[in-house]
């Protein structure tokens, strides 16, 4: 992608400055100035411009926020000083053997597919962006048609409503472009391994998730708490406590528009690569052959509803929350859903979910470490194993 990174590049660019707000400075005078902060964030599929402030400053922060999104600078001067920010960000990514695998995986998981790059782009490409390309992005993709407002805490609905009215009712509507696919296709290497002379191994296996609207989304959510979420999981019990193969592992789950993934990840000696992966997979395995006793299952529910209740006790979480299930979900859930949804889950439901998504024809494999690649088709072997 010649362009591969530009969203966050926008997204550094739009809090530099804008029509009335000149300067990075000044932008972040007018809401810290109210006691307030703000940010940006980019992922995969969205760009999230968050604020907190007040609840009485509500139509100061919208009007801060709007112009930034309208009516961005895009400095020339400004652009040059943020390209070589985010150059040496990318640089120093390849410093952190971990967050390395975690950007392998994904090109491993998705390989040629948007979902499947690196959201800061790479070096090659963020060194050609120019500010012509940026204006005509924001003109394709920053449209009302793609724009969420989400608002949480001590707010009145009506008056939310009418000042994004105000603010946004002259903006001109144009038809979103569409979501680019980002299904996983099966006949490709699975295995990705680049050899770095490190005291461990960092090791990423990956298997299909679910969309985020997927009716498996909390089976899967529930699977990745079985599995590696918490020193109580599988994965810590068996391959940390028990084995001693691994000092860090857990498991992390990605949903997205129309598919998702789940990782396991460890940091390992280089002499027990071969042994953990083969005790990860072993973890998958027992899923899909052995139902999850009821006990088990019944604390991780619990242990589900307390981590969601408990990352909602902030507005600015919720806020994210709405905005996000807006934007994946195309509905809003509140907690008392969530909630039923979780407990209704099933042993058979872990069972059938893991079958399918931990099938031999979906696992992945990135390997960060001093092991020979050459090793790649013998792991590729290993992960079709059951």
């Not at 919208?62 to 920010?85: Q, W, Y």
């Not at 040496?88 to 390989?111: C, F, G, R």
């Not at 599995?227 to 599988?234: A, I, K, P």
């Amino acid at each position: 992608d010649p362009i591969g990174g530009i969203s966050l590049f926008i997204e550094h660019m739009l809090i530099k400055g804008s029509r009335h707000y000149r300067s990075a400075r000044l932008l972040s005078e007018a809401i810290e100035g109210v006691g307030g902060i703000f940010n940006g964030s980019t992922g995969k599929e969205i760009t999230s411009y968050t604020a907190r402030v007040p609840g009485e400053q509500l139509p100061l922060v919208m009007n801060v926020l709007a112009d930034m999104i309208r009516h961005p600078l895009f400095d020339p001067t400004e652009i040059e000083k943020e390209r070589g920010v985010i150059i040496e960000e990318l640089s120093a990514t390849h410093d952190d053997p971990q967050e390395w695998a975690n950007l392998l995986i994904d090109e491993v998981m998705w390989p040629g597919l948007p979902l499947g790059r690196d959201d800061a782009g790479f070096v090659e490409t963020v060194a050609q962006i120019q500010r012509q390309q940026m204006l005509d992005y924001m003109d394709q993709h920053y449209r009302p048609s793609s724009l969420v407002i989400s608002v949480a805490g001590n707010i009145d609905h009506v008056q939310v409503i009418k000042e994004a009215e105000r603010i946004f009712s002259d903006w001109e509507t144009r038809e979103h472009p569409g979501w680019k696919e980002s299904f996983p296709p099966r006949d490709t290497l699975p295995v990705g391994m680049i050899r770095k002379e490190t005291e461990q191994t960092n090791i990423c296996l990956a298997t299909l998730g679910a969309a985020y609207s997927s009716p498996d989304y909390f089976p899967i959510l529930l699977i990745n708490a079985i599995l590696g979420d918490g020193m109580s999981s599988r994965l810590f019990q068996s391959i940390r406590e028990e084995q001693g193969l691994a000092y860090d592992i857990g498991s992390y789950f990605n949903s997205y528009y129309e598919t998702g993934s789940l990782v396991v990840s460890a940091g390992v000696d280089p002499l027990q690569t071969k042994p953990a992966i083969e005790a990860i997979i072993h973890e998958l395995n027992q899923l899909c052959k052995k139902p999850v006793p009821g006990d088990e299952l019944e604390r991780v529910k619990a242990y589900v509803r307390g981590g969601v209740l408990l990352g909602l006790e902030g507005t600015q979480q919720v806020a994210s929350w709405l905005g996000s299930q807006e934007c994946l979900r195309n509905k809003i859930i509140d907690i008392d859903e969530i909630v039923a949804h979780i407990d209704a889950v099933t042993s058979q439901d872990i069972q059938r979910v893991a079958q399918f998504c931990f099938a031999p024809t979906w696992r992945r494999l990135a390997v960060i470490g001093p092991d020979d690649p050459q090793q790649a088709e013998y792991f590729g072997k290993l992960l079709k194993s059951v």
